[in-house]
């Protein structure tokens, strides 16, 4: 998070956008010591007074709730509670990288509200059996197609053969509730004619996306199977440092990278902070702020292209978390 | 199939096994004949008559339900139906395929009768909303993990590094019901000190198996995580083209290719049989008839080595579904 906000700052200073930066204590640390994992009141700032939100990794795996589940982990909190219904999650193979036999540039849109993540916090559990449910509402199905619509029509960037299409990921074969999912994006589909209407089941879908990532524009999907695929995708670029994400609601949005806070490499100039800096300009973008933002991802790809970054098999950079950083300022 | 019961009597006989083949139609087409997706008995037969069941593909997209669900689709009749509850299958990189950074071997054990697939054909539909249930009982995750440690002990094969290992794939730290399924693990687990434990969030385990996929023994999860995840790890090693699957249950089994149907390429000679094939080995091996699953086994293998059988980037063999049966057959 360090090296975002030096780059954002600096790539602000340049194009003279004043940027003023507010801090909110959130996560498992904040859990510990409060016993709620967001300080009092953060919620209404996010979304009353702040632009924008740029999240970091905040999560702790062995900070467990009675129930089982993470404490630490805000995407019940700030999803649900800025009703930021749109998790949009780019998929780029930055320059320099590796061959691939397409490019590949896609836009995961995963729903961000229901689906089988409305059971977070409420699903049964006793001695003998456990259960959550995978609920869809027309009014969340129909809103997040529509956004993916939109985003197809809009984004910069498009799959190999320059169709713009938007791959609708379900189970409809088997669970009723995608066969309702499928139902509305095909009732939508009809608004969009300019855009290819495209369809793949869940297991299709994680198949094609490591055998045929060229193909995909955009692609929408559940919340769950948007977590998986996702993770997926970054993957297949060069691991979850490489991809950004943005949590898109109709008053506010929040920024975050997809990975988690891997305890295991937290504070060594291990991480890869690209992750962080593409979403600071998603960030960016979304406030407005295009050319700042142009200038971040320009100075990243120009980073990767001239193979100033390059990547250890793990996903982690040779040069450190300081030297990508460094790498990225310098080309501003 | 036909590939697969021509070299599947071909090995029988050079070994002097006496196979006897039965035929039950099923699927789609059965379903718009008589309304049914297996003709009558025919369960019953599964299980009292045969010594075990080779399935192949009989799904049609076109073909649903009232729900939107598929019709043909018997995944639900008999993995139910005959209550084979783990849903076995092999991740394996067949020899002269690609270049790997190491050997990827591994077998994705799916839970086959609850899940989110307990909801098959009963979830909620109605106009505004739609739901599924993920359910998980004591006993069924009991018997997944244990047949899981089962597994790695006693197969064949191993990962890059020769660890003995069962990674439970779950989203413990969002849903109750995978932090009740991570739990069993790892109560079973301690009944396995030989065996190492290991754990994957569901979205970890999907980046993982594509940048790591050396790192994996057998891994253990819920019905819709695997089908996804078992789609995902055939990807890695040639499609879907080349990954056989067992539905192993108490008193009887079924094997069946992981792929589907596929209509656009059936009965063109495009199709690659080495699923199918594999399966059959898989079956004679789940009878007891190792030396003929071996034998069929070392000749898929051989083919692969030699360089008889290449595949095209989509998964289909350069030489057709029946030059890769004629490879195989004159390498019994
Ligand atoms: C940390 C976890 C709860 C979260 C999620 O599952 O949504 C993360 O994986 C993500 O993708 O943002
Ligand atoms: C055809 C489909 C219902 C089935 C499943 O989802 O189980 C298939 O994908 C499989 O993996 O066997």
Chains 1, 2 share one sequence.
Do not use: W
């Not at 259960?131 to 498009?158: C, K, P, Y």
């Not at 559940?222 to 440092?241: I, Q, Y």
């Amino acid at each position: 998070m360090g090296s975002a906000r030096e780059v954002l700052a600096a790539a602000a200073s340049r194009d003279g956008l004043a940027v003023e930066f507010g801090d909110e204590p959130g996560g498992a640390a904040t859990y510990l010591e409060t016993g709620e994992p967001l300080v009092a009141g953060a919620l209404e700032r996010f979304r009353d007074e702040y632009d924008a939100v740029l999240k970091g990794p905040v999560g702790l795996p062995e900070v467990r709730k009675p129930d089982g589940t993470e404490a630490g982990v805000l995407g019940g909190v700030l999803r649900t509670g800025l009703d930021t219904y749109a998790n949009v999650r780019p998929v780029r193979l930055l320059p320099g990288l590796r061959d691939s036999a397409s490019p590949i540039d896609y836009v995961i849109v995963r729903e961000n509200t229901e689906g089988l993540y409305l059971s977070r916090g409420s699903g049964v559990r006793n001695e003998r059996a456990a259960s959550d449910q995978l609920l869809m509402t027309r009014f969340g199905v129909e809103r997040i197609v529509r956004f993916a619509f939109e985003t197809a029509r809009t984004r910069n960037g498009a799959p190999g053969d320059g169709v713009r299409r938007v791959t609708c990921v379900d189970k409809s074969n088997v669970l009723r509730s995608f066969a309702f999912f499928r139902d509305i994006f095909d009732e939508i589909a009809a608004e969009y004619p300019d855009v290819e209407a495209d369809h793949r089941y869940t297991d299709a879908a994680a198949h094609d996306l490591v055998a045929d990532p060229g193909h995909f524009d955009v692609l929408v999907t559940e919340n769950f199977v948007g977590d998986m695929l996702s993770d997926l995708g970054a993957a297949t670029v060069g691991g979850l440092g490489t991809c950004p994400s943005g949590n898109i609601g109709e008053r506010t949005a929040y920024f975050e990278p997809v990975h988690g806070s891997a305890p295991s490499i937290a504070g060594k100039d291990q991480a890869n902070p690209t992750s962080q800096l593409l979403t600071a300009a998603m960030l960016l973008d979304h406030v407005g702020a295009t050319g700042t933002a142009k200038r971040i991802t320009g100075a990243v790809e120009a980073a990767y292209a001239d193979g100033a970054v390059r990547l250890n098999p793990n996903g982690t950079p040779t040069c450190g978390t300081r030297g990508v950083t460094a790498a990225v300022l310098s080309r501003l």
